[in-house]
């Protein structure tokens, strides 16, 4: 194929601080069966305002790496820096939209109270600006006139604009997306990956954006960081020089669009194979 830029793990093309930074960052799992040592040493930095999906195998440890990220979890080795400073509990500055939509929002309070809630706990918001983030972050995700209704009469698609909309209006500097649509219908997908990146573009936001679809990571990122299978490392962080104005037809079908899935989709199946890099042998 043509020749694709890749990042050396940990290293960004420029210097500066980066919004977030995961050094050596390793997960085993100890409970009561044996461990499990899911993540092995995943290094990879995210500079301020970047869009970066993050791909893999099924059951390769992005979900234990967001976890870890969000300050969910502890990392067992390693450590995660957001901002310059390391991660150990859930960060000020960071928002997360996960896939379950459904059991994100809470079904009785009305589509503004369940964007306003995480705003009541984030210091220094008067009510009177909640009320203004909480109405631009609806108009923001198009459900400027669905305030007053609750999230279980709105469509799957409007549920997690809701959710979209709740982190939105925490003004995060990095915003977390685990699978966020991997339970819509493919042209709400299509229409929701549009979403994101509009709002990127308006906000400045820094994204991590976690996908099993490798056209997904390909079309929404500025780089798409592949993960191998578990115990995990980073297999390759391919820089998408595709031009920034995407479109879901014109993208799609250029060809550089396809060459780069192609390269993604074969390392996706090398990964599968249990390849990983010399380097990271046992
Ligand atoms: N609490 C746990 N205890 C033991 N093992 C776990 C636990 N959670 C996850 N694992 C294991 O860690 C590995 C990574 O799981 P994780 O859910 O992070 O992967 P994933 O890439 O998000 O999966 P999927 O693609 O299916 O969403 C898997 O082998 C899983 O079985």
Redesign the pocket.
């Known amino acids: 194929m043509t020749a694709h830029t890749t990042l050396e793990p940990g290293r960004a093309e420029s210097g500066g601080t980066y919004a977030l930074d995961v050094v050596g960052m390793g997960k085993t799992?100890t409970?009561s069966g044996a461990a499990?040592e899911?993540v092995r040493d995943l290094t990879f930095s995210v500079r301020p305002g970047e869009l970066v999906c993050i791909v893999?195998p099924?059951?390769?440890?992005?979900?234990?790496l967001l976890r870890c990220i969000a300050g969910l979890m502890e990392p067992s080795v390693g450590e995660v820096v957001l901002e310059g400073r390391r991660v150990a509990g859930p960060p000020e500055g960071m928002a997360v939209v996960f896939q379950e939509y459904g059991r994100s929002l809470f079904p009785w309070l009305t589509v503004r109270q369940n964007v306003e809630l995480p705003l009541k706990d984030k210091l220094g918001v008067s009510a009177s600006r909640r009320r203004e983030l909480v109405t631009e972050a609806l108009e923001a995700v198009g459900l400027g006139h669905a305030g007053r209704q609750y999230p279980w009469q709105l469509s799957g698609g409007m549920q997690q604009r809701v959710a979209i909309a709740r982190a939105v209006a925490y003004e995060p500097h990095v915003l977390l997306m685990d699978e966020p649509f991997a339970a819509v219908d493919a042209q709400t997908r299509a229409d929701l990956e549009d979403l994101v990146r509009s709002l990127w573009h308006r906000l400045g936001v820094t994204v991590l954006f976690v996908t099993?679809d490798i056209d997904e990571s390909v079309y929404l990122g500025q780089r798409v960081v592949i993960l191998s299978s578990?115990p995990t490392v980073v297999l390759e962080d391919v820089v998408i020089d595709l031009p920034d104005e995407r479109d879901q037809l014109t993208t799609r079908s250029e060809p550089r669009f396809a060459e780069l899935r192609t390269h993604v989709y074969e390392r996706i199946q090398e990964a599968k194979r249990g390849h990983r890099p010399a380097v990271h042998q046992p």
């Open positions: 799992y409970g499990v899911a893999g099924s059951g390769c440890g992005k979900t234990t099993h578990s």
